[in-house]
Protein backbone atom coordinates (compact mmCIF):
# COMPACT_ATOMS: atom_id res chain seq x y z
CA UNK A 1 0.00 0.00 0.00
CA UNK A 2 2.39 2.68 0.57
CA UNK A 3 4.38 1.54 -2.18
CA UNK A 4 1.47 2.05 -4.47
CA UNK A 5 0.78 5.83 -2.52
CA UNK A 6 4.30 6.27 -3.47
CA UNK A 7 4.17 5.54 -6.88
CA UNK A 8 1.51 7.52 -7.35
CA UNK A 9 2.47 10.64 -6.25
CA UNK A 10 5.66 10.63 -8.45
CA UNK A 11 3.22 9.88 -11.02
CA UNK A 12 1.14 13.12 -9.97
CA UNK A 13 4.18 15.19 -9.48
CA UNK A 14 5.56 14.15 -12.83
CA UNK A 15 2.43 14.70 -14.92
CA UNK A 16 2.75 18.64 -13.00
CA UNK A 17 6.01 19.26 -13.82
CA UNK A 18 5.64 18.04 -17.34
CA UNK A 19 2.87 20.59 -18.01
CA UNK A 20 3.91 23.03 -15.99
CA UNK A 21 7.57 23.06 -16.30
CA UNK A 22 8.14 23.01 -11.91
CA UNK A 23 7.28 22.21 -8.99
CA UNK A 24 8.39 18.22 -8.54
CA UNK A 25 10.16 17.88 -5.51
CA UNK A 26 7.76 21.29 -4.13
CA UNK A 27 5.00 18.85 -4.52
CA UNK A 28 7.04 15.58 -3.72
CA UNK A 29 8.34 15.78 -0.46
CA UNK A 30 5.54 17.55 1.94
CA UNK A 31 3.34 14.54 0.39
CA UNK A 32 5.96 11.59 0.67
CA UNK A 33 6.78 13.54 4.59
CA UNK A 34 3.32 12.24 5.11
CA UNK A 35 3.99 8.39 4.18
CA UNK A 36 5.74 8.20 7.10
CA UNK A 37 9.40 8.76 5.47
CA UNK A 38 12.03 10.29 6.79
CA UNK A 39 13.24 13.75 4.99
CA UNK A 40 16.40 12.39 3.69
CA UNK A 41 14.05 9.28 2.49
CA UNK A 42 11.81 11.60 1.12
CA UNK A 43 14.67 13.58 -0.49
CA UNK A 44 16.34 10.53 -2.02
CA UNK A 45 12.89 8.68 -3.70
CA UNK A 46 11.83 12.39 -4.79
CA UNK A 47 15.41 12.70 -6.57
CA UNK A 48 14.89 9.28 -7.85
CA UNK A 49 12.01 9.64 -9.32
CA UNK A 50 12.90 12.97 -11.13
CA UNK A 51 15.68 11.94 -12.19
CA UNK A 52 13.55 9.54 -13.93
CA UNK A 53 11.41 12.02 -16.14
CA UNK A 54 14.16 14.73 -16.28
CA UNK A 55 16.05 11.75 -18.15
CA UNK A 56 13.36 11.74 -20.72
CA UNK A 57 14.13 14.83 -21.10
CA UNK A 58 17.51 14.62 -21.90
CA UNK A 59 17.13 11.99 -24.31
CA UNK A 60 14.14 14.50 -26.39
CA UNK A 61 16.39 17.93 -25.74
CA UNK A 62 19.65 16.65 -25.59
CA UNK A 63 20.98 18.25 -29.06
CA UNK A 64 19.60 21.78 -28.16
CA UNK A 65 21.82 22.41 -24.79
CA UNK A 66 24.86 24.74 -24.97
CA UNK A 67 27.41 22.03 -23.02
CA UNK A 68 30.44 24.08 -22.29
CA UNK A 69 29.00 26.69 -19.91
CA UNK A 70 27.26 23.40 -18.28
CA UNK A 71 30.90 21.47 -17.43
CA UNK A 72 32.77 25.07 -16.11
CA UNK A 73 29.60 25.74 -14.17
CA UNK A 74 29.42 22.12 -12.58
CA UNK A 75 32.28 22.53 -9.97
CA UNK A 76 30.17 25.27 -8.30
CA UNK A 77 27.30 22.82 -8.35
CA UNK A 78 29.23 19.92 -6.71
CA UNK A 79 30.37 23.02 -3.56
CA UNK A 80 26.91 23.79 -3.55
CA UNK A 81 25.65 20.55 -2.98
CA UNK A 82 27.97 19.11 -0.38
CA UNK A 83 27.04 22.30 1.60
CA UNK A 84 23.18 21.55 0.94
CA UNK A 85 23.64 17.89 2.16
CA UNK A 86 25.44 18.98 5.10
CA UNK A 87 22.16 21.34 6.19
CA UNK A 88 20.21 18.70 5.27
CA UNK A 89 21.79 16.32 7.50
CA UNK A 90 21.68 18.80 10.62
CA UNK A 91 18.17 19.60 10.12
CA UNK A 92 17.27 15.41 9.56
CA UNK A 93 17.50 15.00 13.45
CA UNK A 94 14.81 17.20 14.42
CA UNK A 95 11.68 17.12 15.51
CA UNK A 96 9.07 16.16 12.20
CA UNK A 97 6.90 18.82 13.12
CA UNK A 98 10.06 21.29 13.02
CA UNK A 99 11.01 19.74 9.80
CA UNK A 100 7.54 19.99 8.17
CA UNK A 101 7.74 23.80 9.48
CA UNK A 102 10.57 24.20 7.91
CA UNK A 103 9.88 22.57 4.80
CA UNK A 104 6.95 24.82 4.15
CA UNK A 105 9.27 28.06 5.06
CA UNK A 106 11.22 27.00 1.69
CA UNK A 107 8.12 26.15 0.04
CA UNK A 108 6.60 29.67 0.35
CA UNK A 109 10.27 31.40 -0.04
CA UNK A 110 10.95 29.28 -3.73
CA UNK A 111 6.97 30.07 -4.68
CA UNK A 112 7.66 33.36 -3.89
CA UNK A 113 10.92 33.55 -5.76
CA UNK A 114 9.46 32.34 -9.04
CA UNK A 115 6.41 34.89 -8.65
CA UNK A 116 7.81 37.69 -7.92
CA UNK A 117 11.24 38.23 -9.65
CA UNK A 118 11.19 38.84 -13.20
CA UNK A 119 14.53 38.65 -14.92
CA UNK A 120 15.27 40.47 -18.11
CA UNK A 121 17.47 38.91 -20.84
CA UNK A 122 20.57 40.61 -21.72
CA UNK A 123 23.22 40.56 -24.21
CA UNK A 124 25.75 39.58 -22.32
CA UNK A 125 25.71 37.38 -19.12
CA UNK A 126 28.90 37.00 -17.29
CA UNK A 127 30.21 33.78 -16.20
CA UNK A 128 30.20 34.28 -12.31
CA UNK A 129 26.96 34.81 -12.87
CA UNK A 130 26.34 31.08 -13.79
CA UNK A 131 28.84 29.84 -10.96
CA UNK A 132 26.37 31.69 -8.45
CA UNK A 133 23.44 30.30 -10.29
CA UNK A 134 25.19 26.67 -10.20
CA UNK A 135 25.93 27.24 -6.76
CA UNK A 136 22.89 28.17 -5.04
CA UNK A 137 21.29 25.34 -7.62
CA UNK A 138 23.58 22.71 -5.39
CA UNK A 139 23.02 23.64 -2.20
CA UNK A 140 18.85 23.51 -2.89
CA UNK A 141 19.75 20.40 -4.82
CA UNK A 142 21.33 19.00 -1.94
CA UNK A 143 19.19 20.21 0.87
CA UNK A 144 15.76 19.34 -0.93
CA UNK A 145 16.29 18.48 -4.35
CA UNK A 146 14.65 21.80 -5.38
CA UNK A 147 17.58 23.13 -7.04
CA UNK A 148 15.61 24.46 -10.31
CA UNK A 149 15.08 28.54 -10.00
CA UNK A 150 18.60 30.15 -9.73
CA UNK A 151 19.66 28.09 -13.10
CA UNK A 152 15.50 28.99 -14.41
CA UNK A 153 16.86 32.91 -14.03
CA UNK A 154 20.58 32.01 -15.49
CA UNK A 155 18.65 30.60 -18.22
CA UNK A 156 16.32 33.68 -18.49
CA UNK A 157 19.15 35.83 -18.52
CA UNK A 158 20.11 34.66 -21.93
CA UNK A 159 17.19 35.02 -23.90
CA UNK A 160 16.61 31.39 -24.83
CA UNK A 161 13.42 30.13 -25.95
CA UNK A 162 11.30 27.26 -24.56
CA UNK A 163 12.81 24.09 -25.68
CA UNK A 164 16.28 25.66 -24.62
CA UNK A 165 14.95 25.91 -21.56
CA UNK A 166 13.06 22.59 -21.17
CA UNK A 167 17.16 21.20 -22.64
CA UNK A 168 19.10 22.84 -20.12
CA UNK A 169 17.40 22.30 -17.10
CA UNK A 170 17.25 18.80 -16.41
CA UNK A 171 20.50 17.78 -18.25
CA UNK A 172 22.38 19.88 -15.57
CA UNK A 173 19.98 18.40 -12.68
CA UNK A 174 20.82 14.81 -14.09
CA UNK A 175 24.79 16.26 -14.39
CA UNK A 176 24.21 16.39 -10.29
CA UNK A 177 22.71 13.29 -9.19
CA UNK A 178 25.55 11.37 -9.08
CA UNK A 179 27.82 13.29 -6.87
CA UNK A 180 24.53 14.09 -5.19
CA UNK A 181 23.98 10.27 -4.72
CA UNK A 182 27.80 9.37 -3.59
CA UNK A 183 27.01 12.48 -0.95
CA UNK A 184 23.66 11.33 0.25
CA UNK A 185 24.98 7.71 0.87
CA UNK A 186 28.53 8.75 2.93
CA UNK A 187 26.16 11.17 5.22
CA UNK A 188 23.46 8.74 6.17
CA UNK A 189 24.46 5.60 4.80
CA UNK A 190 22.30 2.58 4.19
CA UNK A 191 19.04 4.59 5.63
CA UNK A 192 18.18 5.71 2.47
CA UNK A 193 18.08 3.06 0.24
CA UNK A 194 14.43 2.56 0.41
CA UNK A 195 14.45 5.82 -1.33
CA UNK A 196 16.29 4.73 -3.86
CA UNK A 197 14.40 1.79 -4.35
CA UNK A 198 10.83 3.46 -4.34
CA UNK A 199 12.08 6.18 -6.96
CA UNK A 200 13.35 3.37 -9.30
CA UNK A 201 10.75 1.19 -8.70
CA UNK A 202 8.00 4.05 -9.82
CA UNK A 203 9.83 4.46 -12.58
CA UNK A 204 6.59 3.13 -15.10
CA UNK A 205 4.38 4.98 -13.51
CA UNK A 206 6.50 8.47 -13.83
CA UNK A 207 6.95 7.44 -17.77
CA UNK A 208 3.40 7.47 -18.32
CA UNK A 209 2.72 10.66 -16.58
CA UNK A 210 4.87 12.15 -18.63
CA UNK A 211 3.90 10.77 -21.75
CA UNK A 212 -0.19 11.94 -20.59
CA UNK A 213 1.16 15.37 -19.33
CA UNK A 214 3.09 15.77 -23.37
CA UNK A 215 -0.52 14.86 -24.39
CA UNK A 216 -2.40 17.38 -21.62
CA UNK A 217 -0.12 20.54 -22.12
CA UNK A 218 -1.52 21.19 -25.81
CA UNK A 219 -4.74 21.12 -24.39
CA UNK A 220 -4.56 22.56 -20.74
CA UNK A 221 -4.10 26.57 -20.27
CA UNK A 222 -0.36 26.09 -18.55
CA UNK A 223 -0.75 29.64 -17.27
CA UNK A 224 -3.65 28.61 -15.26
CA UNK A 225 -2.31 25.69 -14.17
CA UNK A 226 0.84 27.11 -12.95
CA UNK A 227 -1.39 29.83 -11.21
CA UNK A 228 -3.68 26.58 -9.51
CA UNK A 229 -0.25 25.20 -8.53
CA UNK A 230 1.62 27.97 -7.31
CA UNK A 231 -1.70 28.34 -4.80
CA UNK A 232 -1.97 24.73 -3.89
CA UNK A 233 2.32 24.90 -3.03
CA UNK A 234 1.35 28.04 -0.85
CA UNK A 235 -1.76 26.41 1.34
CA UNK A 236 0.62 23.65 1.83
CA UNK A 237 3.81 25.73 3.12
CA UNK A 238 1.20 27.69 5.26
CA UNK A 239 -0.26 24.24 6.56
CA UNK A 240 2.86 22.63 7.46
CA UNK A 241 4.10 26.07 9.25
CA UNK A 242 0.94 26.43 10.71
CA UNK A 243 -0.27 22.78 11.78
CA UNK A 244 1.77 22.10 15.10
CA UNK A 245 0.54 24.80 16.74
CA UNK A 246 -3.19 23.72 16.38
CA UNK A 247 -2.62 20.37 17.80
Given amino acids: MTYLTIALILMLCAFVQTVAGFAFSLMAIPLLLLCDLTLPQAVVTSMMGSTVQRLLMVAKYRHQVDWPPLF ?26 IIRQLFGGVILAVVSLQAFTRVKPREHVPAWCGWIAAFFSGILNGFANIGGPPMVFWILAHGWGRDQLRATMPCFTVMMVPIQTIFLFLSFGSAILCG ?26 VPKLRLAIMLLLVATGLYYIIAPFCK
Fill in 72 to 97: RMYPWAVLGIFIGICLLRQIAGLDIN
Fill in 196 to 221: FGLGVASAPAIILAVFLGNKASSRLS
